[in-house]
């Protein structure tokens, strides 16, 4: 096949992708309850497990549908708004997610993604509170590659985001700090803690920066973690860690502690840590 013939063919081939991935269900969050009951409403606990086992949440109007086998997409459209930021604070652990998903926090109405190349504008609608639950916030378990995490606070778990399969994006999230992007809400251990290969933390537009911020870390801790002996290529990018989400100033519990930014006896694992903001008690800001 010579180039002319080609390039139709390839964008033929990308479109038909790209189908195949939109093609799941939307399944929409309208609650901020932590409950799965046939109740009415579809909470992320109920979603999660919607988008995970194809299966709706209850038969009544307004629970979650069933995800399908293809990419499904976890929306908010929480009752009420968020005129202030919807939390939504689990009593217990959230389901793992098994299945490939993207959670969409962008999606609440008034939400909206970074779009400053210095700093950050984005306005942040969900935050997932750890403070009762504790544990992982976000397990992105085996079964769930390709998934995309996006315009999400998560706070006041031991680790936000762990990621244990491949080829996943967070992007354009707020980890350890309030929705306003100034206060701390740290995270207890690793913020995001990442066992698996060809992961994306960030990416190369002002919307995909994440903040990862505001922990008390022990010297053992770090904003992001890499660790074992699967963790390769992953591509770190573009996101601001230790900073505010202006990235202009430190937002870290107590200074007296160490604070690592990335696990840098893993940064050998990495194919790619093309910038990133970063304070450090020990060497300022500066750009990594
Ligand atoms: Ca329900």
């Known amino acids: 096949m010579g180039k002319t013939a080609r390039a139709p063919f390839l964008a033929f081939a990308l479109l038909s992708w790209a189908a195949s991935l939109s093609a799941g269900v939307v399944i929409t969050v309208t609650s901020t309850a932590d409950t799965a009951a046939n109740d009415g409403v579809c909470t992320l606990s109920e979603a999660i497990t919607s988008a995970n086992t194809n299966a709706a949440s209850g038969g009544a109007a307004g629970e979650c ?16 708004g968020c005129a202030v930021p919807c939390t939504i604070t689990p009593g217990t652990a959230l389901p793992s997610i098994t299945a ?16 400053l190349a210095v700093g950050n504008d984005a306005v942040l609608k969900i935050e997932l509170n750890g403070t009762t639950a504790g544990g992982v916030g976000l397990t992105l378990a085996a079964g769930s590659g390709g998934s995309t995490i996006r ?42 803690e990442i066992t698996s290969t060809s992961n994306t933390i960030g990416g190369t537009t002002p919307a995909a920066r994440n903040v990862i911020s505001g922990s008390d870390l022990q010297q053992a801790r770090a904003g992001i ?3 074992g002996s699967g963790a390769t290529a992953n591509t770190i990018h573009g996101n601001y860690i230790g900073t505010n989400a202006a990235g202009a100033a430190a937002i870290i519990a107590s200074a007296s502690r160490r604070v690592k930014r990335i696990d840098t006896s893993n940064l050998s694992k990495l194919n790619s840590v093309p910038w990133c903001v970063v304070v450090s008690v020990r060497i300022g800001l500066g750009h990594c």
């Not at 995800?67 to 459209?77: M, N, P, R, T, Y």
């Not at 490939?100 to 779009?115: E, L």
């Not at 491949?166 to 100034?182: E, H, M, S, V």
């Open 151 to 192: 315009g999400l606070v998560v706070n006041r778990f031991a680790t936000a985001i762990l990621v244990q399969s491949a080829g996943n994006l967070l992007a354009g999230n707020f980890i350890g700090i309030d929705p306003t992007g100034t206060i701390a809400r740290g995270n207890t251990s690793h913020a995001i």
């Open 65 to 80: 549908v069933a995800g399908a086998v293809s990419l499904d997409a976890i929306q908010f459209d929480i009752t009420g």
């Open 100 to 115: 490939p998903v993207i959670v969409d926090g962008y999606s609440q109405p008034g939400a909206s993604a970074n779009t």
């Open 225 to 227: 973690h890499l660790t």
